[in-house]
């Protein structure tokens, strides 16, 4: 319920009924948030990736922007398992908002160990990050193929009875079909999608603008490309869509969920507005006031498609 | 009033709560707030409002803004990231980091010192008295003075004079003497220069054009302060090569100091990690993030 009480803001994904549909999209968010927001606002809080291995990140610089948006390429510095419960996990424990947390491995075996491993009380879903393009070879991701992707989630299901979501990337041809084969393999939800593969040049030096030479996309520049997957995935499988794209404003996240999102992430936004989610759920509950809409959740799908009228001929009918 | 290291009250807070508070089941159901204190924000993004925004040489420009009581709280070596408003034809879409220049808690006041490199520095400059401006902060570890200190010694180059512009005063306020050893390229582009002199600091001033700026001259400036006892501690922002000289020092003579590091940043709040910089712990390399974990850190940690 929302804070007047007269809007019902719940959303149900999988097996977890969150009490508002926002929340941060993975690696956009740290403890440091506490200082900015009451954290028990939140949909559910969504770690940055863990990985098995220590992981220093990427080379500098690791972000360049660009108008409407910024590409990063930080590659998911993790601290290792142990590092995430003793240290990480006890900051969230407080309180009283799922714990989402991304994890990644290089095979599919190794996203199922580590699955297995944080499937303890505390962690509230899974997270497969099988789609940054910054730490595999010219981006390529497990997300990217059907096949690949149903391999590791149907890895992923056998290893852990958390809700599992799996986060797809928008850098392939058939987003769809990917979404289908996720949900075949036992996935809880999908989340759609990460950062688009992408590119600078510095044109004093001649040299990429990222030490990794490429990134990822993020920002209100690849909104309207990660909505029309979110409304093609949304069509294609039957368990929940988590948007999650250049989502800055409530208006953004009513778009998504219009589009058939059942929740949203909010990444890039946060850089900019640091209290940019519990903005965007408060504009929720306004919205849903002004419109008389009791549910948010009745927003889920309702884009309106009008089929064109078939045209009347009857009146060429010389019979008639 | 002392510096000091900003507090992390919340973290604190959540470990008090961790240890009242039942284990959540695995597939928890989120349900009631909690019904503890109110919570309140202690990093905010507000609009301030420009009083001036003029020029102090070819290069500085100077940005004072009205702001709320806890912005101008800020601490020195502190910084506030900044949401410049769009030049013609550009797109700053990041927030900008920038140093605490200035700080007036009775007048509800911050200031800062920048110079025009870029399209957000560009945005700055078209800012006029009575503007809005969104400011976020004041963000990171600052500089600290031990009340036991009777002298320090603050070395600085280019913008780094402008983060260690703040010192002079809560310095004065600490009861601590400051010996300032200032470089620039060119004797007008020194800033800060009579700010710590109204408080009372002595200022020495070597530039690239007297051929006074080099490390063997910066050296034999701080071994006399040293020799003298005009020298608890370093304080230093702007120039590698200065801090090597002051690091080298500082074990040579037992003396602690402390480094405000630059890095490009974009979240300002320890979320992104695009702002790493290596650092020298416990004979190990560690990474940190200078907007979270520093921008002010000890120097004997801080790399080149």
Avoid at chain 1, 5 to 14: P, T
Avoid at chain 1, 287 to 312: K, M, Q, T, W
Avoid at chain 2, 135 to 141: A, D, F, H, W
Wanted: hydrophobic share 45%; with cysteine; net charge negative.
């Amino acid at each position: 319920m929302s804070a007047t009480g007269k809007v019902d803001l719940s959303v149900r994904i999988g097996g977890l009924t969150l009490r508002n549909p926002v929340m941060p999209a993975s690696g956009t968010f740290a403890e440091g948030l506490e200082k900015v927001m009451d954290f028990n606002r939140l949909g559910a809080f969504v770690t940055k990736t863990i990985t098995r291995e220590l992981r220093a990140g990427n080379p500098l610089p690791r972000v360049v922007e660009r108008p409407g948006g910024l590409i990063n390429a930080i590659g998911i510095p993790s601290k290792g398992v142990p590092y995430f419960i003793e240290t990480t996990m006890p900051h969230y424990a407080a309180y009283d908002t799922p714990l989402v947390v991304s994890i990644s491995a290089p095979t599919a075996e190794g996203f199922a160990s580590l699955a297995a491993e944080l499937s303890i009380p505390g962690i509230a879903a899974i997270e497969a990050n099988i789609s940054c393009p910054n730490i595999e070879e010219d981006g390529k991701a497990f997300a990217m193929r059907a096949e690949s992707t149903e391999k590791v989630t149907r890895e992923l299901r056998k290893a852990t009875a958390l809700p599992l979501w799996v986060k797809l990337t928008p850098n392939t041809g058939d987003v769809p079909e990917v979404a289908r084969a996720a949900e075949a393999a036992g996935a809880d939800a999908v989340v759609v999608a990460n950062t688009i593969l992408s590119m600078a040049i510095d044109l004093k030096s001649f040299k990429p603008c990222l030490g990794n030479i490429m990134g990822g996309l993020s920002g209100p520049a690849i909104k309207p490309i990660v909505l029309r997957q979110v409304f093609q995935c949304a069509k294609a499988v039957k368990i929940p869509v988590i948007g999650c794209g250049g989502i800055s404003t409530a208006e953004d996240a009513i778009e998504y969920m219009l589009a058939g999102a059942s929740a949203v992430q909010v990444g890039t936004a946060t850089f900019l507005q640091p209290a940019a989610m519990t903005t965007i759920i408060d504009g929720l509950e306004a919205f849903c006031l002004r419109r008389e809409i009791p549910c948010v959740a009745d927003l889920i799908h309702g884009v309106v498609i009008e089929e064109a009228d078939e045209p009347d001929l009857a009146w060429l009918d010389p019979v008639s | 009033m002392a510096p000091s290291s900003p507090e992390r009250g919340g973290i604190v807070m959540s470990i008090q709560h961790n240890q009242s508070q039942a284990a959540r089941s695995g597939a928890a159901i989120a349900g009631a707030v909690c019904s503890s204190a109110p919570w309140k924000a202690s990093i905010v993004a507000e609009f301030a409002e420009v009083v001036g925004n003029e020029a102090v040489n070819a290069e500085y420009r100077h940005l004072v803004v009205n702001c709320s009581e806890e912005a101008a709280a800020a601490q020195p070596g502190q910084f506030f990231q900044l949401l410049c408003p769009q030049p013609a034809g550009e797109q700053p879409f990041l927030r900008r980091p920038m140093s605490l220049y200035g700080a007036d808690p009775e007048k509800r006041q911050v200031e800062f010192l920048y110079k025009v490199t870029g399209a957000g520095t560009r945005g700055l400059d078209m800012l006029k008295p009575g503007d809005r401006l969104d400011i976020m902060g004041p963000l990171g570890v600052g500089f600290t003075l031990d009340p036991a200190w009777s002298h320090i010694v603050a070395v600085g180059r280019g913008a780094g004079l402008a983060t260690l512009a703040p010192l002079a005063k809560a310095a004065k306020a600490n009861g601590t003497q400051v010996t300032a050893i200032f470089s620039a390229r060119r004797p007008e582009l020194l800033v800060s220069v009579e700010l710590f002199q109204r408080q009372g600091a002595d200022v020495i001033a070597v530039t690239d054009a007297e051929a006074t700026s080099g490390p063997a001259n910066v050296e034999r400036i701080l071994r006399r302060q040293v020799a003298e006892g005009r020298c608890d501690a370093f304080f230093t922002c702007g120039s590698s090569r200065l801090m090597r000289v002051q690091q080298r020092l500082a074990r040579e003579f037992g003396l602690p100091g402390q480094v405000a590091m630059e890095q490009q940043m974009a979240c300002g709040i320890g979320l992104c990690y695009c702002c790493v910089r290596d650092f020298h712990v416990n004979g190990e390399i560690v990474n940190r993030r200078v907007c979270w974990d520093g921008p002010v850190f000890d120097l004997m940690e801080a790399l080149p």
